[in-house]
């Protein structure tokens, strides 16, 4: 079956302006989580979604980070007034059910912001 | 905080060679994951480490999990080229910290023909 997909592969911005960045998590799986990672360092959890609900959103950076996912299946990462600290790759794993489930990562939204 | 060490960070070895990674944890955990990182590549999940004692193994790679001394170790037997990659642990917390995962840095591992 597919795996989690990503969208777009890259982005690349100018600082200032707004971004959504999109998640397909595994059919089925009810759980589902951003991580961003920078150049040689492991991921850093942003959020995490229990079906609808933003379950743990304690990752999150600042107030210009956001996250949905209205049906409990597709997610949006909407980052506004963009800066370049925000460069990096921001990941999306999904998980079946339970918080001790394996997470699947899928190939990653590489963000630059100019 | 839950904070994870790895070490080493970077790890050239030869193959046919045994080398083992340690993953080190601050707080109470519930769940051990060693994850797989090519250039450029996503994360591939290798194992899930959930008890005390849990011992699992795939091909050449072993991971074990003492959650007494919050340590986990992934143990590579006679090394081969195509295990050159990135390595990473990642914990949960399970003394009501984030749901996310907490990863480690990463270990670099160059294995050399």
């Known amino acids: 079956g597919a795996g989690v997909s990503q969208t777009p592969s890259n982005k690349v911005t100018e600082k200032g302006k707004y971004v959504e960045l999109r998640c397909d998590p595994i059919s089925g799986h009810t759980a589902l989580y951003w991580y961003r990672q920078s150049l040689g360092q492991g991921p850093e959890f942003l959020i995490y979604f229990q079906g609808t609900g933003a379950a743990d959103d304690s990752g999150l950076p600042n107030d210009r980070f956001f996250a949905v996912r209205p049906e409990g299946s597709v997610s949006t990462l909407k980052i506004q007034r963009t800066e370049r600290g925000d460069s990096a790759v921001y990941l999306c794993a999904s998980s079946f059910a339970f918080r001790t489930d394996t997470q699947y990562f899928g190939p990653g939204t590489r963000l630059t912001v100019l | ?113």
């Open chain 2, 1 to 113: 905080e839950l904070k994870v060490e790895q070490n080493p960070l970077f790890l050239s070895m030869q193959e046919e060679k045994n080398y083992t990674i340690y993953c080190n944890y601050s707080t109470t955990s519930d769940r051990l994951y060693w994850y797989r990182q090519d250039p450029g590549k996503s994360l591939e999940s290798l194992f899930v480490l959930l008890s005390n004692g849990a011992v699992k193994q795939e091909g050449r790679l072993m991971a074990s999990l003492d959650t007494k001394a919050r340590l986990s170790t992934l143990h590579i037997t006679a090394a081969v080229h195509d295990l050159s990659a990135t390595y990473f642990c990642a914990v949960g917390d399970s003394g009501g910290g984030a749901d996310g995962l907490t990863f480690g840095k990463g270990t670099h591992l160059i294995i050399q023909p």
